[in-house]
C-alpha cells in the first residue's frame, strides 16, 4: 500500500469545504445571475470604492493597526519580562498568561461591557475620585480595548517564544564589549526578536481587522467595521454579490499584509506560498 | 532594585488587566439579583437553576457533543492525513502543507460565510450537521499542524527495523510509529477541542435556527444582559479547566521535571 494514498481524503475534504466554498465567494463577487444567464460584472467591485465603504474599510485598518500598535507597546516588556525569570517560575506566570484565554472569548469581552457601560464599574470606581468620564462603552476607544485585550496573547506569545530561545552568551559577549543596556536592547535582542514580532504583528492585525463581534458589542449596533459591513450583506441585506466582494478584497488585504509580515520571517516551514 | 519594582508593578497591572473581566463575570455569577453592575448580596442560585434552564443546557450540551465529535474526527483524518502528506514527494507535500495553511490563515468571517453559502447552494439544511461539518474543517489544519512535526523527528530506521524483525506494516505503525507521534496527536486533539468550545463566528454563520452553542447562545443575550446563569456556567466551566491544567502539569513535572510550557 502506498503511504501517500493517505492523505487523499484529506485532499478531498479540502476541496470541497475551503477550495470550493473560496471559488463560490469570488464566483460571487464577479457574476451576476438572472433570467437571462450569468453574467460577468465588476459592479460589486465598484460599490467597494464608493466613498462610505471606502470610509469603513479606513476606519477598520485605523483601529487594526492602533491595536496592532498598542498590543506591541504594552506586549514587549511583558514579553521581555516573562522571558528573563528562572525556568520554573516562568512556566507559572506563561500559564497565568494563558489562562484567560480558556474562558470563553465572547463571555470576557461581555463582561467588558459590565466594566465600562454608563454605571459600571470603572465609572463608579473613578466617580468614587470625583472624575466623570463621558460614557465608555460604545466608543471607538471601547473597540480598541476589546481588541488589546482579546488580542494581546497573541503578541506576547510568538515574542516570549523567540526571546526565551536568544543565547544567552551572546547577550553576554554585547555587555563584555562594553555596550551598555539600551545598545545591546537596540543592536542585538532586538534585531534577533523580530521574527516573533512579525508574527505576533500579523496574528493581532488579521482578526483585528475582521472581527465583527468586538465592534458590535463594544462599539454598539451602528458601530460598523468590515466585518459588520459582510455580515450585514449576507444575513440581512442578502446581497451576496457585494458581501462577496468585500471579502474578496478583505482576503487580499490579509494577503497583502501578511506577505510585507512574512519578509522578515526567517524560517519559513510551509513553502513559499504564504 | 527600582527596577525589579517597576517590572512587578508592570506584570501586576498587565495580570488586572488580563483577568478583571473573568473576576467580573465569577463575582456576579454569586449576585444575588439579575444586574450586571450592582452587588445586591450573595448567592448560589445561580449555580442551581442553571441546570433548569432548558435554552443554556441544550447550548452546552450542542457545544460539547460538537466539540467533542468534530475533534475525534479531525484527529483520525487529521492523522492520516499527516502520515500521508509525510510521505509525499517534494512539489505535491508542498501544495497540501500550503492547503492546510488557508483555514488558519483565512478570515474567520470568510471562513464562516463560504461554508454557509457552500450549504445553501448543496441545499443541506443548516443546524447540527453543518456545524459539525464547519467544525471539523477548521479544526483538521491544528491536528495535522500538530502532528507533522513528530513525524519530522521520527527515525525511519526503526519502523524498518520492525519490519525487518517480521512485524506486519500495521503492527509496526501500532507499536513503533505510533507511540512517537501521540504526542503530536494529542496535542493536536486538544488545540482542535478548544478551539471547538470557544468558537463564535463559524458556528453562527453555519449553524440554523434551534442549534446554538454557548457562544451564539452568549451573542444573542449581549444586548438584554446576559443571565447570571451563564456566568454561573462559565466559571464552573472555567474551574473545570484550570483543575485539569493542575492534573497535566503535576503529571508532567512527576514524569520529566520540565513544567509548564508542555501543557500549552
Known amino acids: ?274 | 532594585m527600582v527596577k525589579t519594582a517597576i517590572k512587578r508593578i508592570y506584570t501586576f497591572l498587565i495580570f488586572l488587566f488580563l483577568y478583571s473581566p473573568i473576576i467580573v463575570l465569577i463575582v456576579f455569577s454569586f449576585n444575588s439579583s439579575k444586574s450586571r453592575a450592582h452587588w445586591t448580596g450573595f448567592t448560589f442560585k445561580w449555580y442551581v437553576e442553571m441546570f433548569k434552564d432548558q435554552q443554556i443546557m441544550t447550548s452546552l450540551y450542542y457545544t460539547i457533543t460538537i466539540a467533542l465529535t468534530a475533534s475525534i474526527i479531525a484527529t483520525i483524518i487529521g492523522t492520516i492525513a499527516a502520515i500521508g502528506i509525510h510521505s509525499m514527494k517534494k512539489m505535491p507535500k508542498a501544495i497540501m502543507t500550503n492547503m492546510t495553511y488557508l483555514p488558519v490563515l483565512n478570515p474567520d468571517i470568510v471562513t464562516g460565510i463560504s461554508l454557509m453559502i457552500l450549504f445553501i447552494l448543496v441545499k443541506l439544511p443548516r443546524g447540527f450537521f453543518s456545524m459539525l461539518l464547519a467544525h471539523i474543517t477548521f479544526n483538521l489544519p491544528y491536528v495535522i499542524l500538530s502532528v507533522m512535526p513528530k513525524l519530522k523527528q521520527l527515525d525511519n530506521q526503526v519502523y524498518d527495523a520492525a519490519l525487518d524483525l517480521g512485524a506486519t506494516p500495521g503492527y509496526a505503525f501500532i507499536k513503533v510509529v505510533l507511540p512517537q507521534i501521540a504526542p503530536g496527536i494529542f496535542t493536536g486533539f486538544l488545540l482542535a477541542m478548544t478551539m471547538s468550545i470557544d468558537d463564535f463566528v463559524i458556528s453562527f454563520f453555519t449553524t440554523g435556527p434551534g442549534v446554538s452553542n454557548l457562544a451564539i447562545t452568549i451573542y444573542s443575550m449581549a444586548r438584554k444582559g446576559v443571565s447570571p446563569k451563564i456566568n454561573a456556567l462559565l466559571s464552573l466551566m472555567f474551574a473545570g479547566v484550570i483543575l485539569m491544567l493542575l492534573v497535566i502539569n503535576n503529571r508532567m513535572s512527576r514524569d520529566n521535571g520540565r513544567r509548564g510550557e508542555n501543557v500549552i
Request: glycine fraction near 6%; charge should be positive.
Open chain 1, 1 to 274: 500500500m502506498k503511504k501517500r494514498l493517505l492523505a487523499y481524503p484529506y485532499g478531498l475534504w479540502i476541496v470541497i469545504f475551503t477550495i470550493i466554498p473560496l471559488a463560490l465567494i469570488i464566483f460571487y463577487s464577479v457574476f451576476t445571475t438572472d433570467a437571462t444567464g450569468i453574467h460577468f460584472t465588476l459592479q460589486h467591485f465598484k460599490r467597494v470604492f464608493e466613498p462610505i465603504y471606502l470610509s469603513v474599510f479606513l476606519r477598520s485598518i485605523k483601529i487594526a493597526a492602533v491595536s496592532t500598535i498598542v498590543c506591541l507597546l504594552l506586549g514587549y516588556p511583558m514579553a521581555m519580562i516573562l522571558a528573563e525569570k528562572n525556568l520554573s517560575k516562568k512556566s507559572i506566570l506563561v500559564v497565568l498568561f494563558v489562562i484567560p484565554m480558556w474562558m470563553n472569548f465572547l463571555a470576557r469581552t461581555y463582561a467588558w461591557m459590565t466594566l465600562l457601560e454608563k454605571n459600571g464599574l470603572i465609572a463608579t470606581a473613578l466617580g468614587f475620585f470625583g472624575v466623570r468620564l463621558p460614557s465608555l462603552l460604545y466608543t471607538e476607544n471601547a473597540v480598541i480595548l476589546g481588541m488589546v485585550y482579546n488580542f494581546l496573547p497573541f503578541m506576547v506569545l510568538p515574542i516570549y517564544s523567540v526571546l526565551v530561545k536568544i543565547d544567552k552568551a551572546v547577550l553576554e559577549a554585547a555587555e563584555d564589549l562594553g555596550a551598555p543596556p539600551i545598545t545591546v536592547f537596540k543592536r542585538v535582542i532586538f534585531p534577533l526578536s523580530l521574527p516573533g514580532v512579525s508574527s505576533g504583528i500579523i496574528m493581532v492585525f488579521m482578526p483585528a481587522l475582521t472581527t465583527f463581534v468586538i465592534s458590535r458589542l463594544l462599539g454598539g449596533a451602528h458601530f460598523t467595521l468590515i466585518g459588520n459591513l459582510i455580515e450585514q450583506q449576507f444575513l440581512t441585506t442578502r446581497d451576496w454579490g457585494f458581501g462577496a466582494a468585500l471579502s474578496v478584497v478583505l482576503m487580499l488585504m490579509i494577503m497583502f499584509s501578511m506577505s510585507i509580515a512574512l519578509r522578515y520571517e526567517k524560517e519559513n516551514e510551509g513553502g513559499g506560498l504564504w
